[in-house]
C-alpha cells in the first residue's frame, strides 16, 4: 500500500498511513514516502493545513522491526559501496524526517489518531500541532519496555509539551494511554466519536485556513523555534568552534602577520556568533517583521476597515 497525498479543499490536504496489513508500521520505502508527503506539504502553495490519519484501527505504529532494520543496514552498505547519496530515493535519515524531527516545517498539522499510536506514530506526534483522537485510540512510548529509547524527538519533545511529572509518567513507565487519559494529561486537543474523526479534524483545520497564511505560518515558526530555540543555539555555538579552529590551523608563529589576521577573523566570527543567537522574543521580532512587511498584513486592516471578508495572497 502507500502514504496518500490529497487535496481536501480550501487549502487543505490529507496525508494518510495505509499500510494495514503491517498494522501501519514503516518500512524503508514508507518512511521515504512519508518524508516526501511532508515536503511535499511545505512547497505546496496552495496548501496550508495537512491532516495526517491512518488507515482501519491504527494511526501509525513505528518502523517495521521485520524489515526496517536490515533494510537500513543494506542501504547504508550500498551508499558507501557507490557512493551515492540515496538508494531508490531511501536515505538513512527518512525516518527522522518523517517524524518531523528537526524539520523546520512551519505550516499546521493536524493529527487525526483513529487508533493505535506508538513508536514512530508518538515521536511524529511530538512534531504535530493539532491532535484529535477517537475514544478507541490508545498511546504508548513502548521502546523501554523493549530495551531501546525513543530518538526520535519524543525524549526532548514531550517533556516541553505537557507537565513534566506527566511527561515522565509516559516515557517511564511505557503504558499504554486510553485516548480519554491523553486528553487528561494535555497530550490531545479533543477525543470525538470515530465516525466525526475526519469532520473534526476538517473543521480544525478549515477554522486555520481562513486566516492568513503568511500570519499562521510566522505564528507557527516564532512559537517553534523559540521553544527549540536552544537546538539553533548549539549549531551556530559548534559552527563558530568549527571555524575558530581552522583560524587556529593557519596560524604559523614565526608570521606575526598570520597571527594578527587570525585574530581579527576570530573577532569577525565571535561577534557574528552574538548576533545570531537569538532569545525566543528576539526570534519573535524577526519573524514578525517578515510577516508585517506581507501584503497580507495590508489586506487584513483594510477587509476590517470595508467590512469584507479578507482576500489573502500570501505574500
Avoid at 498511513?17 to 498494522?23: G, L, Y
Avoid at 531508490?88 to 535519515?93: E, L, N, Q, Y
Amino acid at each position: 500500500m502507500a502514504i496518500h497525498y490529497r487535496p481536501d479543499g480550501d487549502h487543505v490536504v490529507v496525508i494518510t498511513i495505509d499500510r494495514p496489513e503491517a498494522r501501519n508500521s514503516a518500512d524503508a520505502a514508507h518512511f521515504r514516502d512519508l518524508r516526501a508527503a511532508w515536503e511535499r506539504f511545505a512547497a505546496d502553495d496552495d496548501a496550508r493545513v495537512a491532516i495526517v490519519t491512518g488507515v482501519g484501527d491504527t494511526f501509525f505504529t513505528g518502523a517495521d522491526l521485520k524489515r526496517y532494520m536490515p533494510e537500513v543496514q543494506a542501504l547504508r552498505r550500498a551508499m558507501a559501496e557507490t557512493g551515492a547519496d540515496a538508494v531508490d530515493g531511501c536515505r538513512p535519515d527518512d525516518a527522522f524526517a518523517a517524524v518531523l524531527r528537526g524539520v523546520p516545517l512551519y505550516k499546521p498539522v493536524v493529527a487525526a489518531v483513529n487508533g493505535f499510536c506508538v513508536g514512530a506514530g508518538m515521536e511524529m506526534l511530538g512534531g504535530i500541532d493539532l491532535r484529535l483522537a477517537c475514544p478507541e485510540a490508545s498511546f504508548a512510548v513502548m521502546e523501554p519496555k523493549r530495551g531501546i529509547i525513543a530518538s526520535g524527538g519524543t525524549t526532548v519533545r514531550l517533556p516541553r509539551q505537557i507537565p513534566w511529572a506527566l511527561a515522565m509518567e509516559m516515557l517511564l513507565c511505557a503504558d499504554l494511554v486510553p485516548a480519554s487519559r491523553a486528553l487528561e494529561m494535555g497530550l490531545l486537543n479533543a477525543v470525538v466519536p470515530r465516525n466525526d474523526l475526519m469532520g473534526a479534524a476538517r473543521e480544525y483545520a478549515g477554522r486555520i485556513a481562513v486566516n492568513a497564511p503568511l500570519s499562521v505560518r510566522g505564528t507557527k515558526e516564532s512559537a517553534l523555534r523559540a521553544l527549540y530555540a536552544d537546538v539553533e543555539q548549539v549549531a551556530r555555538v559548534r559552527e563558530a568552534a568549527a571555524s575558530l579552529v581552522r583560524l587556529i590551523e593557519t596560524v604559523r608563529p614565526e608570521d606575526p602577520g598570520s597571527t594578527r589576521f587570525a585574530l581579527a577573523v576570530a573577532a569577525e566570527v565571535l561577534e557574528g556568533l552574538g548576533r545570531d543567537l537569538q532569545s525566543g522574543f528576539d526570534i519573535e521580532s524577526s519573524v514578525s517583521a517578515w510577516v508585517v512587511a506581507s501584503d497580507d498584513a495590508r489586506e487584513g486592516p483594510a477587509a476590517f476597515a470595508e467590512k469584507r471578508p479578507p482576500q489573502w495572497h500570501n505574500r
